[in-house]
T-cell receptor, first 116, second 118 residues
Framework: AQKVTQAQTEISVVEKEDVTLDCVYETRDTTYYLFWYKQPPSGELVFLIRRNSFDEQNEISGRYSWNFQKSTSSFNFTITASQVVDSAVYFCALKGSGGGADGLTFGKGTHLIIQP | EPEVTQTPSHQVTQMGQEVILRCVPISNHLYFYWYRQILGQKVEFLVSFYNNEISEKSEIFDDQFSVERPDGSNFTLKIRSTKLEDSAMYFC????????????????FGNGTRLTVT
């Protein structure tokens, strides 16, 4: 069975602070994919990143960075110099290499509130 | 812990047929959603539903699609005259509150229904 745990239900920080969203996953697949999605107040899910399990190189995209560590089964997401527009719910998700439902297993989401 | 349940987990249908995807949202949730994920692509928002009517829908959700809450527990997505490109994973989700200016409420997703149109 696959599982994604986002233990932080809600995080509130003041604008310009750095914030890290945690994601821990479980899977028996040797090949899998990890995702982060952003859900702004408008309701849609906005794709942020996808990582393959065989590529542990960390990635930076502007103010966003992701720390993938296979040893701890974590795929954490950091926003530096946070802005009010970053306020949203963020979902981590996992996709195995096949079998079962073969869909994305999402975490329950972290509600990030950036206060001005 | 309460969860959103979707049935069936996998449905195969022939092109042109109608399908109904079923969802049972979490009982105290008031907002319901369908998302779609075409294989290998991102999850796409289809529609949100509140107070027995559609709140918001994407451009994907055209006249081919409809949603209904036929009773107090089920939330269904009907796809009329299915096309090959409707093949996707369809995710149902629910939330306590809406996604508007009053603040986000995390979505609770079901495990999805894989629709295969042949």
């Amino acid at each position: 069975a696959q599982k994604v745990t986002q233990a932080q239900t809600e995080i509130s920080v003041v604008e310009k602070e750095d914030v890290t969203l945690d994601c821990v996953y479980e899977t028996r697949d040797t090949t899998y994919y990890l995702f982060w999605y952003k859900q702004p107040p408008s309701g849609e899910l906005v794709f942020l990143i996808r990582r393959n399990s065989f590529d542990e190189q960390n990635e930076i995209s502007g103010r966003y960075s992701w720390n993938f560590q296979k040893s701890t089964s974590s795929f954490n997401f950091t926003i530096t110099a946070s802005q009010v527009v970053d306020s949203a719910v963020y979902f981590c998700a996992l996709k195995g290499s096949g079998g079962g439902a073969d869909g994305l297993t999402f975490g329950k989401g972290t509600h990030l509130i950036i206060q001005p | 812990e309460p969860e959103v349940t979707q049935t069936p987990s996998h449905q195969v249908t022939q092109m042109g047929q109608e399908v109904i995807l079923r969802c049972v949202p979490i009982s105290n949730h008031l907002y319901f959603y369908w998302y779609r994920q075409i294989l290998g692509q991102k999850v796409e928002f289809l529609v949100s539903f509140y107070n027995n009517e559609i709140s918001e829908k994407s451009e994907i959700f055209d006249d081919q699609f409809s949603v209904e809450r036929p009773d107090g527990s089920n939330f269904t997505l009907k796809i009329r005259s299915t096309k090959l490109e409707d093949s996707a994973m369809y995710f149902c989700a629910s939330s306590e509150r809406g996604q508007g200016a009053l603040g986000n409420s995390p979505l609770h997703f079901g495990n999805g229904t894989r629709l295969t149109v042949t």
